[in-house]
């Protein structure tokens, strides 16, 4: 099966710096990569995802960049906010619709 | 749109005892419809997918016996953790797509604390 490996665990930016997490995957035939943001206790929350067909897309603060050939994909957060402390993670999905997630990235930016 | 939304948030049970939590699509019609487990500072565990009519398949590891789900309706499935015990103490998610390849929408999660 699909295994989802994502780096760093932790991740502590001052506000106003940029935020970036890595994952990486291993079947190639993964064509679907979601974020999720979650706070504690709550739902995971879509923030942005991507199809294997695009390389690159942003939604203000956030964008994401995707590497087909390398098989990982990246989280980037510009002008981080206090209210961007939460635990993201990355997953990817085969035509089969299951995630797999990555193990997650608690973020905690500095005010 | 696309609210899911489960019953109870949270739950306190005894030791052996059964407890159901309920995943309900509020405004689409769910044709799978997923259930996670998550622990205290850790990833979402997928345990079983379920289409609505037919049985659920389940992850490797993950004990059907113990684990029932059913999804008797377009928006309606059920996960029944019977025979609890402490270490199935979780954080229950269960998420919700329509047919083919599109969004999984979470629920809120359901905390189970079994004593």
């Known amino acids: 099966g699909e295994n989802v490996e994502q780096h760093p665990s932790t991740l502590s930016v001052q506000e106003g710096d940029s935020a970036v997490i890595k994952c990486t995957y291993s079947d190639s035939a993964s064509n679907y990569f979601p974020w999720y943001k979650q706070e504690l206790g709550k739902r995971p929350q879509l923030i942005i995802d991507?199809?294997?067909?695009?390389g690159e897309k942003k939604d203000q603060r956030i964008a994401v960049t995707l590497n087909k050939t390398a098989k990982h994909f990246s989280l980037h957060i510009t002008e981080t906010q206090p209210e961007d402390s939460a635990v993201y993670f990355c997953a990817a999905r085969v035509d089969d619709y299951k995630l797999s997630f990555g193990a997650g990235t608690t973020v905690t930016v500095r005010a | 749109g696309a609210v899911v939304s489960q019953h109870p948030s949270w739950v306190i049970c005894k030791s052996g005892t059964s407890v159901k939590i309920e995943c309900r699509s509020l405004?689409?019609?769910?044709?799978?419809m997923f259930w996670y487990r998550q622990f205290p500072k850790q990833s979402l565990m997928l345990m079983a997918t379920?289409?609505?009519?037919?049985?659920?398949?389940?992850e490797q590891g993950v004990e059907k016996d113990k684990f029932l789900i059913n999804h008797a309706s377009l928006t309606l499935s059920t996960l029944t953790v019977t025979s609890a015990h402490p270490e199935d103490s979780s954080f229950y998610i269960c998420s919700a797509s329509q047919s083919g390849p599109y969004e999984q929408y979470f629920g809120p999660g359901t905390r189970l604390t079994v004593t």
């Open positions: 991507i199809r294997s067909n695009v």
């Open positions: 405004d689409f019609q769910a044709t799978t």
């Open positions: 379920s289409n609505e009519g037919s049985k659920a398949t389940y």
